[in-house]
C-alpha cells in the first residue's frame, strides 16, 4: 500500500503541474493565435515530408505576420471549431479558405479579400467559340450539384445543366466532351487545373462576387489595419499573384 | 501490493508462486503476434503507401499514449475520491458526489470535449471582464489540457463507480473489525479495505483503461494532433481512406491488444499473492 499511496501523491502532483502550466507569455513580437482547418489542399495542409502546414494559405498568412510585424502561433483544428473559436475569441485570427458571408459578420470580423473565389467558366483547350459567360446561351453546363456555380449556370438562358456530386465528375465529364462548360468556383477551378493541367482553360473573368477573407475574434479588431495593409502590399507587390501560380496554377 | 510486507503472509499458506508462470502464451498474446506481424508486413514488405502512412501519422501516435497515460493516472486519483464521497455518511459530499457521477455519465465525452475547449474558456474570460482580473480576460486554452481535463473528468465518474462497487464488495465485518481494533476509518480503508478492493476492481479498470486509449481519438476534435488527427490529415493530401484506416485501425488494435495482456498479467500476479 505504501508504493500505491506514494503513486497517488505523484499523480496529484502531477495533476498540480497541468494545471498550473497555462501559457500567454508576453515576448517582444506580439503572437498571434492563427487558427487553421489543415485538411483542405491546396489551401491549407499538412506537408508528408516535413509535418509543418503548408498549402496557399499557410503561406500568404506567414507574408501578411512578417509584413505586419508579428509572430503567428498556429493550431491546427477542424473547419466547424475552428469558426467556433473564432466567435469565442480561442483564437485571434483563422484563414482556411474562409468565405465572406454576412451571417458569419455577426460573430466575426473580416478583413478585406484576399483571393477572389467566384464563379469561372472552364472549357476544353481547343474550345474558341466560349470566352466567358456571356457565350454558354444554349450550350450543355456541368455544375456541382447544390452550388453556386448550379444556381449560376441555371440562370443563363437556353443553356442545358447537368449536376453532378461533385466538381471532378463534371470536369471529367467536360475533358470527356459530354458536355461544352463547367462553372465553379475559381481557386477549386484553379486547383483542379494544376493537377489536370492537359485539357481544359478557363475563361472570361470571376463573375460572382464571393471572397475569402481573413476571420479575426471580435475582441482582436485593432489587428484588422495592419492585416489588411498587409495583404494591399502583397497584392501590389504580386506576392499573391505568385503564392496563385505556385499552388493554385495559373490559367 | 495486497499486504504492507512479504513477512506478514502465512508462511504455512499452500503457496503456487514459482509454480507457474506469469507470462503463459495463449490466444491473447498470439493475436497481438498476428497483429503485430500484419502491421509489420503492411510496412516493411508492402511498403507503399503504408510505410508512408506509418511515419506519417508516428508522432500521433505518441500523443495517443501520451493523453492517454497522463489521463489514466489523473483518473485513478478521481475516482477513489469520488468513491470515497459516494460512502461517505456526511450527506453534502455524498450528494456532490453523486451529482458528479450523474451528470457527467448522462453527456457524450465529445460534448464534455467540446465544453472543456471552448465554452469554459469563453466563461472564464466573461469572469475576468466582470472581476477586472487581466490574466482571467486573456485566458486561453492549452488543447492538450483541457483534452485531459475533460478525459478525466469523464473517466472519474466511471471510475468512481468501479472503485465504490469493488469497496462495497469487501463485507461490512471487515471494516468493522478493523474500526474495532482501533483503527481510524482512513486506516481501515488503507489497510484493510481498498488491498481487498483492489482485486475485485483490476480486471474493470483493465477495461477502463482500454476504452480510454478508444476513446482518447475523440481529442482530435479539439486540436490535439492524435493519431486520428493525423490519419484525417494524411487523408487531406492522398485521399486513401481504406489504407489510412486500416494502418490506424490496426495500431489502436495492437495497443488495446496489449493493454489487456499487461492487465491480464497483473491480475495473474494478484492472484497468487492471495
Redesign the interface.
Given at each position: 500500500?505504501?508504493?500505491?499511496?506514494v503513486?497517488?501523491w505523484?499523480?496529484?502532483i502531477?495533476?498540480l503541474v497541468?494545471?498550473a502550466?497555462?501559457?500567454?507569455q508576453p515576448s517582444e513580437k506580439t503572437k498571434v493565435?492563427v487558427a487553421t482547418d489543415?485538411?483542405?489542399?491546396p489551401f491549407e495542409?499538412?506537408?508528408?515530408n516535413t509535418?509543418q502546414l503548408t498549402g496557399f494559405d499557410v503561406e500568404l498568412m506567414n507574408a501578411i505576420a512578417q509584413k505586419a510585424g508579428f509572430e503567428v502561433e498556429w493550431?491546427?483544428?477542424?473547419f466547424d471549431?475552428m469558426l467556433?473559436?473564432i466567435a469565442?475569441?480561442?483564437y485571434d485570427m483563422a484563414i482556411a479558405a474562409i468565405t465572406i458571408t454576412e451571417e458569419r459578420k455577426a460573430s466575426m470580423d473580416f478583413s478585406d479579400p484576399y483571393i477572389n473565389a467566384g464563379q469561372i467558366v472552364t472549357v476544353r483547350k481547343e474550345t474558341t467559340d466560349i470566352s466567358g459567360k456571356n457565350d454558354l446561351k444554349g450550350k450543355k453546363i456541368g455544375a456541382q450539384l447544390g452550388t453556386t456555380g448550379a444556381i449560376e449556370a441555371e440562370k443563363i438562358e437556353g443553356a442545358e445543366v447537368k449536376t453532378y456530386d461533385s466538381y471532378d465528375q463534371a470536369f471529367l465529364d467536360l475533358a470527356n466532351g459530354q458536355i461544352d462548360a463547367v462553372i465553379a468556383d475559381y481557386p477549386t477551378t484553379l486547383a483542379f487545373l494544376a493537377t489536370n493541367p492537359d485539357k481544359l482553360k478557363t475563361v472570361g473573368e470571376v463573375f460572382t462576387d464571393e471572397n475569402y477573407g481573413v476571420a479575426f475574434c471580435k475582441k482582436k479588431a485593432d489587428l484588422i489595419p495592419q492585416v489588411n495593409a498587409a495583404i494591399k502590399a502583397l497584392k501590389e507587390d504580386g506576392t499573391i499573384k505568385k503564392l496563385e501560380e505556385k499552388w493554385l496554377a495559373g490559367k | 501490493?495486497s499486504t504492507?510486507t512479504p513477512a506478514e503472509v502465512d508462511p504455512h499458506l499452500p503457496t503456487i508462486r514459482g509454480n507457474e508462470n506469469v507470462f503463459r502464451w495463449d490466444a491473447g498474446w498470439l493475436l497481438v503476434l498476428a497483429a503485430s506481424a500484419l502491421l509489420a508486413i503492411l510496412v516493411l514488405v508492402v511498403g507503399n503507401p503504408f510505410d508512408?502512412i506509418f511515419r506519417?501519422v508516428l508522432?500521433g501516435l505518441r500523443v495517443t499514449v501520451m493523453v492517454t497515460l497522463?489521463t489514466f493516472?489523473?483518473v485513478?486519483?478521481v475516482g477513489?475520491i469520488g468513491a470515497l464521497g459516494r460512502l461517505t455518511h456526511i450527506a453534502p459530499l455524498r450528494g456532490l458526489a453523486t451529482l458528479y457521477v450523474e451528470v457527467v455519465r448522462g453527456i457524450p465525452l465529445l460534448v464534455q470535449l467540446?465544453f472543456w475547449?471552448?465554452?469554459f474558456?469563453?466563461i472564464v474570460?466573461d469572469l475576468g471582464t466582470q472581476w477586472n482580473v487581466e490574466?482571467m480576460k486573456?485566458?486561453?486554452?492549452?488543447?492538450y489540457?483541457m483534452a485531459?481535463?475533460g478525459l478525466t473528468l469523464c473517466y472519474g465518474a466511471y471510475m468512481t463507480e468501479v472503485y465504490r462497487a469493488g469497496i462495497q464488495s469487501i463485507p461490512k465485518g471487515q471494516m468493522e473489525a478493523a474500526r474495532s481494533l482501533g483503527m481510524t476509518y482512513f486506516q481501515a480503508m488503507?489497510?484493510i479495505i481498498?488491498?481487498q478492493a483492489i482485486r475485485v476492481i483490476l480486471p474493470p479498470v483493465g477495461n477502463e483503461f482500454i476504452t480510454l486509449l478508444k476513446d482518447s481519438s475523440l481529442v482530435s476534435?479539439?486540436?490535439v494532433?492524435d493519431l486520428t488527427?493525423r490519419g484525417?490529415?494524411?487523408?487531406?493530401?492522398?485521399p486513401l481512406p481504406l489504407h489510412i484506416y486500416l494502418m490506424i485501425g490496426l495500431m489502436y488494435l495492437i495497443m488495446t491488444l496489449l493493454s489487456a495482456r499487461v492487465v491480464a498479467m497483473i491480475e495473474a500476479r494478484m492472484s497468487k499473492e492471495r
Open positions: 500500500m505504501k508504493r500505491f499511496s503513486i497517488l505523484a499523480m496529484l502531477m495533476a497541468f494545471s502550466c497555462t501559457p500567454a493565435r489543415a485538411t483542405f489542399p495542409m499538412v506537408d508528408e509535418k493550431i491546427n483544428v477542424g471549431p467556433a473559436g469565442e475569441c480561442q | 501490493m504492507s508512408r506519417f508522432d497522463v493516472g489523473l485513478l486519483v477513489i467540446y475547449y471552448y465554452a474558456p469563453s474570460r490574466s486573456n485566458f486561453v486554452a492549452n488543447p489540457v485531459i481535463a488503507r489497510y481498498l488491498p476534435a479539439v486540436a494532433a488527427r484525417r490529415e494524411f487523408q487531406a493530401i492522398t
